[in-house]
C-alpha cells in the first residue's frame, strides 16, 4: 500500500475549541450483547471524522445511534450542545447518507433531492432552485428526471449524497459511503467529497471499514473493536504512534517483534526479543517498568534491505527472501530471518533493472532506523 | 344430562351474560390505555394505537370471540325456541338460577357411531387426498421450477388461472365427467370399458379435492423448488451420485418446508370440505363438514353442531399451530 | 438433467390435462343445444341458447350483482384491514397481544370454512339478543362475515411484501424529516401498491366464489350468486350454468393473460434502462 498521508493528516486543522458532537460513557445492549460499550468522544465542527473497525465493531451502531434510529442503554448525546435523548430522526439536524443509498425507486432524482425540503415547509420555489443548484454541484443536473434504476452506481451515490445535503445539515453521517464503487471510481470520489465537504463546511462522521478510505478522508480516526473506541487520532498518529498491537495490526501491515524491556532510560529503551538475534534500540523513551513484556512493531517500509553487512550491531536481523510480491511500484519482500520468523518488507522498485534486484533465496541483511519502532504493552 | 346448578340468593344488577361480555370489551380498552405516552414516543409515533387497534378490534370481535360463543354453545341444551338452546346461566325463579353447563353434547358424540365415523372418514380422505395431490403436484412444481423463465412464467399463469376461477364451478365441472353416462365413461366406451361409477363415490371426492386444492400444493412447492441452488445437484453428480440418487438426497430433503407448506394448506381445510362431499360425495359415509352443516340446519340442534365444531377444531389444532408457526418462519426468513 | 426432461414434460402434460379438461368441457358443452351431456346434439349445436336462459334468469342475474356489491365492498374493507395488519406484523415491534393478533390473521387461511361460518352466525345472533343489531341477516352480515376471513389473506401478502421491502428507504425517509405517517403514505405505500392491489382481486375472487359461509350468514332476500348456483348443480347438471362458467373463465383468462403481458414488458423496460444505466459511467 503506498502511503497518500500528508504530514500532520488532514490539510485543514481541526478547530477544536469548536465541539459539535459529544457522546458521552455511550452503551447499547441488545439483550445480552453489548454493541457499543461505554463509548466517550467529541467530533469538533467541520471536520472529517471516521469512525474505522471491523464487521461487528459497533461502528454503524454508534452511527445509527447518532441518526436517531437507535437509542442508547445508557449514557447521552449532544449534537450542537443538545441532548437528543427524546429526539426521532426527523427532528434531528442530521442528515444520513447510507450504505445502500437507499433511493425512492418510485421517485425521480429530482424528487428525490427534494423529498427533504418538502419535509421543511418552504416555497415551491425555493426548493426548486435548491434542488437544483445542488444537482449542479454534484454534476447531476441533466439525469434530474431519470429514476434510480437508470443511473450508474456512482451517479446514484451522488444523488444520495445531494438529498442529505440539499438540507444543509450542520452534520452529516455517512455509512461505508464508498463500499460499493469500483477502485478507480472510489479514489475519485474521496477526493471529490474532501473538496465538497470542504466548500460546504459541513461537519462529517464517516463510518468504514476500509483503512485506505479512513486515511484518506479523515482530520481524525477513531479506531474502534468490539464497541470500544480504541484509539482516537489523526492518521498520521493512529498510523505511526498506533496505542496498542490491535491498531497496529489492523492499519496497514506491520511486524511484530515479541520482546522484553532490558533497558528504560528516559530517552531511549532496549528490548531483548527471543525472534532476533540482536537487540533493539528505541531512540525515545516509554513508561513502563522495566523487564515489562512488548511489543516492537516496525512497518515494512521502514525497514531496509540489503546483501551487506550494516554497521549498527542493534536493530538487524540477517534472513533469506523467500516470497516476493510484485505491485508494479513496489514490491513486498517475505525475508526468513534466522529465528524463523517471516518480516515483511516493502521496498519501491527504483532500480529499473533486474538483475541489480534482490531475489528470491537470496541472503540479506534487515536492519532499521532505531526511530522506527513503535513499542507497545503486551 | 349432567347438569349442575348454582343457588344464588340475590339478584345481579344486570344479566350476567351480558355482563361478561362488558367486561370483556372493557379489558380490550384498558390494554390499549390510559395512554403512556414517554414509553411510545420513543419508538413510534401516537397514531400506532389506531393502526394495531383497528384490525384487533375487528379480528377479535368477529373472529375470536364468535369462537368462544361456538364452544359455550357447545356446552348448552338445546331447546325448541329461537335461538334454539339453553342460555348459560338461567333465571329459573326468582331466586334461583341454574348454570346450564351440559357436558352430554360431547358425551353424545363420542357414543354415536355416526360422529366418530364421520371424523375418521374426513380425515382418511383429506390426508389420502394430500398424498394424491403432493404426487401430482410435486412433479408439477419440479417441472415448472426447472423450466426456462420464459416458460416458468406462462405454466404459473395457467396454474394461477383456474384459481382465480369460481371453486364451485370447478367442481361443477366434475359431475359432468364423473357420472355414469359422462364424458370419461363415454371416453372409455370407445375403449369397451366400464361403464364405471364414479359419482356419489370417495373415489370421486378424492379427484375433487385434488384438483380444487391443486394450485394450494404446488404454489408453495414451486416457491421453494425455485430457490434451489442447482450447482448442489452438479456437485452431487460430479461426486459420483446419479439423478434418482441426487434427487433423493438432496432435492428432496430441501423441498421439505415446500412438501409441508403445500400439504398443511390442503389437508387442513380439506378435513372441514363441505363442497365437494355435497356435490360429489355418497350419502352413506358423510365428511365432518357435511354433519356439521345437517346437524345446524336440519336438526336445528345448535348445540350439538357447536360441539361437533369443536371437537373439529381440537383435531385440527396440532396442525394448525405447525401451519402458523410455518409461516412466522417463512416470513422471519424472507426478511434479509 | 437432460435426461430427465422427458418426465417434466409428461408430468406437465398429465397435470394441466387434468386441470384444464373439466374447464374446457364445461366450455364445449355451454354450446351443445342439447341438456344432456352426453349427447352432442350435432344438427343444432353450437348454439348460444343457454345463454340466452342465463341471461333471462332474473334470480340468477340479481344474485349476480348482489355477489359483486358484496365482493367490491369486502375487496375494500378487507385491503384497508388487511394492510394495517400487515404492516403491524410487519413492522411493529413486539407488544402486548402481538401473538393473538398474528394467530387470528393466518388462522382464517386454513380454517375449515364451515366453522368459520357457524362461528360467526352464532355471533350474529347473539349480538342481535344482546344490542339488537344487527337485525337479521343479509348484505352487511354477508360483508363482515366476508371481510373477516379474506383479510387473512392480504394480511399474508401484504406481510410478506413488507418483509422483502428495504427498510432503509424508510429510514432515509425519516431522516429527512419526514413524519411516520408521511413515511407511510408516500414510501412505503406506492411502493407496495401492487401487493395490495393483487390482495384486493384476491379478496374480491374469494368473496365472489364464496358459498358455505355465505349459506350460514345470509338471510332471506340476500343470496349469493353461488348459493343460487349450488342449489342448481345440486340436481345435477344444468348447461346454463356451463354457459356461466364459461363467461367467467373468458374474463378470468383475458384478465391473466393482460396482466402477465403488463408485468413482462414493465421487467423487460426496466432490464433495459438498468443496462443502460451500466453503459454509461
Known sequence: MTEKHTEG?????????????????????????????????????????????????????????????????????????????????????????????????????????????????????????????????????????????????????????????????????????????????????????????????????????????????????????????????????????????????????????????????????????????????????????????????????????????????????????????????????????????????????????????????????????????????? | MARSQIRQTQRPPIDAWGAGRLGLIFSLLYRFGPPRWSQYVRKNWSGQRLVIGLPYLWLFLFFAVPFIIVLKLSFSEVRLAMPPFAPLIEKVSDVAYVLNVNLGNYAFLLSDALYVNSYLYSVKVAAVSTVFCLLLGYPMSYAIARSTPTLRNIWLMLIILPFWTSFLLRVYAWVGLLKTDGLINQFLGVFGLGPFTMMYTTFAVYIGIVYSYLPFMILPLYSNLEKHDLTLLEASADLGAGPIKSFLRITLPLSMPGIIAGSLLVFIPAVGEYVIPSLLGSSDQLMIGRVLSDEFFSNRDWPVASAVSIAMLMLLVVPIVLFQRFQNQELAGAKK | MKSKSWFRRLALFVGFAFLYIPILSMVVYSFNNSRLVTVWDTDDSPTLKWYRVLFSNEQILSAAWLSIQVAAVTATGAVILGTLAGLVLARFGPFKGRTLLSAMTTAPLVMPEVITGLSLLLLFVFLEQLIGWPQGRGFITIVIAHITFSMAYVTVVVQSRLATFDDSLEEAALDLGARPAKVFFRITLPLILPAILSGWLLAFTLSWDDLVISQFVAGPGSTTLPMVVFSKVRLGVSPDINALATIMVTIVGIGVVLSAFYMRRQERRLALEMQMAKAEK
Open chain 1, 9 to 378: 493528516g488532514h490539510p485543514r486543522p481541526v478547530d477544536k475549541t469548536n465541539e459539535y458532537v459529544r457522546i458521552e460513557s455511550v452503551t447499547k445492549r441488545f439483550g445480552d450483547f453489548v454493541a457499543v460499550d461505554n463509548v466517550s468522544l467529541s467530533v469538533f465542527k467541520g471536520e472529517i471524522f471516521c469512525l474505522l473497525g471491523g464487521s461487528g465493531c459497533g461502528k454503524t451502531t454508534l452511527l445509527r445511534m447518532l441518526a436517531g434510529f437507535e437509542a442508547p442503554t445508557s449514557g447521552r448525546i449532544f449534537i450542537d450542545g443538545q441532548d437528543m435523548a427524546d429526539t426521532l430522526p426527523y427532528e434531528r439536524p442530521v442528515n444520513m447518507m447510507f450504505q445502500s443509498y437507499a433511493l425512492f425507486p418510485h421517485m425521480s432524482v429530482e424528487k428525490n433531492v427534494a423529498f427533504g425540503l418538502e419535509q421543511e415547509k418552504l416555497s415551491r420555489k425555493e426548493i426548486d432552485q435548491r434542488v437544483a443548484e445542488m444537482l449542479d454541484t454534484v454534476k447531476l443536473g441533466e439525469l434530474a428526471r431519470r429514476k434510480p434504476h437508470q443511473l450508474s452506481g456512482g451517479q446514484r451515490q451522488r444523488v444520495a449524497l445531494a438529498r442529505a445535503l440539499v438540507k444543509r445539515p450542520k452534520l452529516l453521517l455517512l455509512d461505508e459511503p464508498l463500499g460499493a464503487l469500483d477502485k478507480k471510481l472510489r479514489e475519485a470520489t474521496q477526493f471529490e467529497l474532501i473538496n465538497l465537504q470542504e466548500k460546504l463546511g459541513v461537519t462529517f462522521i464517516v463510518v468504514t471499514h476500509d483503512q485506505e478510505e479512513a486515511m484518506t478522508l479523515a482530520s481524525r480516526i477513531g479506531v474502534m473493536d468490539r464497541g470500544e473506541i480504541v484509539q482516537v487520532g489523526t492518521p498520521t498518529e493512529i498510523y505511526e504512534y498506533p496505542s496498542s498491537k490491535f491498531v497496529a495490526d489492523f492499519i496497514g501491515s506491520v511486524n511484530m517483534f515479541e520482546g522484553r524491556l532490558i533497558e528504560d532510560e528516559p530517552n531511549f529503551v532496549r528490548i531483548q526479543s527471543p525472534e532476533l538475534n540482536s537487540t533493539i534500540y528505541v531512540d525515545h523513551g516509554i513508561s513502563a517498568p522495566p523487564g515489562a513484556a512488548v511489543w516492537a512493531a516496525v512497518r515494512p517500509e521502514k525497514i531496509e534491505i540489503a546483501r551487506e553487512e550494516p554497521d549498527s550491531q542493534e536493530n538487524r536481523a540477517r534472513g533469506v527472501v523467500r516470497d516476493i510480491a510484485y505491485m508494479g511500484d513496489m514490491s513486498i519482500y517475505l525475508v526468513k530471518i534466522d529465528s524463523g520468523k517471516m518480516v515483511r518488507v516493502t521496498l519501491p522498485n527504483s532500480v529499473r533493472q533486474l538483475s541489480q534486484r534482490i531475489s528470491w533465496e537470496e541472503t540479506v541483511w534487515l536492519s532499521w532506523d532505531a526511530s522506527s519502532p513503535v513499542v507497545l504493552p503486551q
